[in-house]
């Protein structure tokens, strides 16, 4: 059964800094991998998606890159800002195409 | 303006009274979902449907209902046999177009209480 974590659970940066979240799921046999952001008591943002054949997608200040052999993902978050500040979630699809399997997220607070 | 709508916002239930939690999209997807979310635990799967008339249970379907009449719409309702009903709902829709793209796309929530 496929299993996602996130480390750190929780991280507080200063403005400015460049940061990394990291996602990690157990069986690499996924259809593609996606990154969400969650504000408090609001649902969640899609932020990136990265195809089962690809290594990375790029949207403005967001990186996200997947490598499916050792079971990882990571989002990087070039000079962060204050609006940054919510919870950061990846999700895996398996091959099947059905379900999502959702890590518990990264809680991110970035200090003005 | 494509998107998910959930309503209501915010719902309250008395033991033992069976509420409806609607989900409603214009983005032309076939699969809809239901995700429950609690403090400081990862979204999971209630129910899940990929073509109209048709859905299947997800992780935690026992006390929940959903029905799928049309495409658009995708209704949980969640029954006095649901004994911890307090919580957190999620819809969320993707498309099954054959390009794989399948990007998920979620609703605003609504937050169920107990009263």
């Known amino acids: 059964k496929q299993e996602v974590t996130q480390i750190p659970a929780a991280l507080s940066v200063p403005e400015g800094e460049n940061l990394v979240l990291n996602c990690s799921f157990t069986d690499s046999a996924i259809y593609n991998l996606q990154w969400f952001r969650q504000d408090p008591g609001k649902g969640l943002t899609s932020l990136l998606l990265i195809q089962s054949s690809q290594r990375e997608q790029t949207s403005g200040r967001l990186n996200a890159s997947l490598d499916k052999s050792s079971g990882r993902s990571t989002l990087y978050i070039a000079a962060s800002q204050p609006g940054d500040s919510a919870t950061y979630l990846c999700a895996v699809r398996d091959n099947y195409g059905q379900n999502f399997v959702f890590g518990p997220g990264t809680r991110l607070s970035v200090l003005p | 303006d494509g998107g998910i709508t959930q309503s209501p916002k915010y719902l309250f239930r008395k033991e033992g009274q069976n509420v409806t939690l609607s989900c409603e999209q214009n983005l032309n997807h076939d699969a809809m979902y239901w995700y429950r979310q609690d403090p400081g635990q990862g979204l999971r799967l209630i129910y899940y449907?990929?073509?109209?008339?048709?859905?299947q249970k997800g992780d935690i379907a026992e006390g929940y209902s959903v029905s799928r009449e049309k495409k658009e719409s995708f209704p949980l309702t969640v029954t006095s046999a649901q004994k911890n009903p307090t919580a957190f709902y999620l819809c969320?829709?993707?498309?099954?177009?054959?390009?794989?793209?399948?990007?998920?796309?979620f609703g605003q929530g609504t937050r169920l209480t107990v009263v």
């Open positions: 969320a829709s993707t498309d099954t177009d054959g390009q794989g793209l399948a990007e998920a796309f």
């Open positions: 449907s990929q073509i109209v008339n048709d859905f």
